[in-house]
């Protein structure tokens, strides 16, 4: 059974950080591009963060451009998000996907991404 589980959300005060990590079991993504999204409450998912299958190529959104940092670690099978100076405006709930592309870099609609994790909230205090 493939699975995408995501770790890491919490709660913390506005300026603090964490670091959200998305393993995957059952078949290994270390060649497909994988990404993060968020949704908060009565909102649509919105792309955050996407990589390479390298890990070579990132892109980010306006909103969190030069704040959040994303990774992988192919041997761990496992994709990070590490977030800084945290605002309100990022309270939601995060999720992993990985394209089912095998090389290369997907885009930032969700419709591109095939496995999903199940999320993890986060939420930012002001």
């Known amino acids: 059974q493939v699975q995408l589980v995501e770790s890491g959300g919490g709660l913390v005060q506005a300026g603090g950080s964490l670091r959200l990590s998305c393993a995957a079991s059952g078949r290994t993504f270390s060649r497909n591009p994988m990404a993060w999204f968020r949704q908060a409450p009565g909102k649509e998912r919105e792309f955050v963060a996407r990589i390479s299958w390298s890990g070579g190529l990132t892109a980010y959104a306006d909103s969190v451009k030069g704040r959040f940092t994303i990774s992988r670690d192919s041997a761990k099978n496992t994709v990070y998000l590490q977030m800084n100076s945290l605002k309100p405006e990022d309270t939601a709930v995060y999720y992993c996907?990985?394209?089912?592309?095998?090389?290369?870099?997907?885009?930032?609609?969700?419709?591109?991404?095939?496995?999903w994790g199940q999320g993890t909230q986060v939420t930012v205090s002001s």
């Open positions: 996907a990985a394209s089912p592309r095998l090389t290369g870099v997907a885009g930032t609609a969700p419709s591109e991404y095939f496995y």
